[in-house]
T-cell receptor, first 113, second 113 residues
Framework: SQTIHQWPATLVQPVGSPLSLECTVEGTSNPNLYWYRQAAGRGLQLLFYSVGIGQISSEVPQNLSASRPQDRQFILSSKKLLLSDSGFYLC????????????FGEGSRLTVL | QKEVEQNSGPLSVPEGAIASLNCTYSDRVSQSFFWYRQYSGKSPELIMSIYSNGDKEDGRFTAQLNKASQYVSLLIRDSQPSDSATYLCAVNPNSGGYQKVTFGIGTKLQVIP
C-alpha cells in the first residue's frame, strides 16, 4: 500500500531563517506531488505541484521554492522566512491520471517568530 | 478566480441527527468533486468523491451533486460525536492528468452528545 511521510512535524523558526520541509511517498511510482499551505482561518492554498523529477510548477508568487530531486521525494524550502509563512504545510500525492483524489501527509506546523 | 464557497460554521447537530453540509463552486467546467474530513490539528482525509449529478451513498455519508446549480452537499446520517471535524469541499476542473484541486475553507461540524 502507498504511504506518505513528511517531516518535521513541528518547527518554530525566527524571521529570516531558512526552511526545509521534506516529503516522501512509498509504494507507488511517478506520483503527482503537491505542497499546500493552510493558514489559520483560511482554506488550503496550493503552493507547488510536480508531475515528475525536476518538474516544478508554482501557483503563487512567494519566497518559497520546491524541488523534486527523486521520483518520490518533494522538498519545500525558503532562504529567508517571513512572519506570513507561518501555517500548516501539507504534502500530498496522487497517481497520474487520477481524477483528483489527494492523499495527504501528516503535515508540518511552522511558526515563524 | 475560481472559488469554492462554504459556510465556516460551526454547524451544531445533536447526536443521531442528520448533518447537512453545503458547498458551491464557480467554475462551470469542474469535473470532479470531493469531501475531505479534517480533525483538529490533523491532515485532511478523503471521505467521498462524486463525478455525476445525483446522489452517491457510502455508509452514513451521502454526497449530492447538482452541476446546473453548481452545488455539492454532504449528508451525514446518524451523526456521532466522532464525526465532529471540519469538512472540506474540493473541486477539480480537470478530467485527468494534472489535478488542480481547489478547496473551500471548510465547515466545522460539532455533534453534541
Amino acid at each position: 500500500s502507498q504511504t506518505i511521510h513528511q517531516w518535521p512535524a513541528t518547527l518554530v523558526q525566527p524571521v529570516g531563517s531558512p526552511l526545509s520541509l521534506e516529503c516522501t511517498v512509498e509504494g507507488t511510482s511517478n506520483p503527482n506531488l503537491y505542497w499546500y499551505r493552510q493558514a489559520a482561518g483560511r482554506g488550503l492554498q496550493l503552493l507547488f505541484y510536480s508531475v515528475g523529477i525536476g518538474q516544478i510548477s508554482s501557483e503563487v508568487p512567494q519566497n518559497l521554492s520546491a524541488s523534486r530531486p527523486q521520483d518520490r521525494q518533494f522538498i519545500l524550502s525558503s532562504k529567508k522566512l517571513l512572519l506570513s509563512d507561518s501555517g500548516f504545510y501539507l504534502c500530498a500525492w496522487t497517481w497520474t491520471g487520477a481524477t483528483g483524489e489527494l492523499f495527504f501527509g501528516e503535515g508540518s506546523r511552522l511558526t515563524v517568530l | 478566480q475560481k472559488e469554492v464557497e462554504q459556510n465556516s460554521g460551526p454547524l451544531s447537530v445533536p447526536e443521531g441527527a442528520i448533518a447537512s453540509l453545503n458547498c458551491t463552486y464557480s467554475d462551470r467546467v469542474s469535473q470532479s468533486f470531493f469531501w475531505y474530513r479534517q480533525y483538529s490539528g490533523k491532515s485532511p482525509e478523503l471521505i467521498m468523491s462524486i463525478y455525476s449529478n445525483g446522489d452517491k451513498e457510502d455508509g452514513r455519508f451521502t454526497a449530492q451533486l447538482n452541476k446546473a446549480s453548481q452545488y455539492v452537499s454532504l449528508l451525514i446520517r446518524d451523526s456521532q460525536p466522532s464525526d465532529s471535524a471540519t469538512y472540506l469541499c474540493a473541486v477539480n476542473p480537470n478530467s485527468g492528468g494534472y489535478q488542480k484541486v481547489t478547496f473551500g475553507i471548510g465547515t466545522k461540524l460539532q455533534v453534541i452528545p
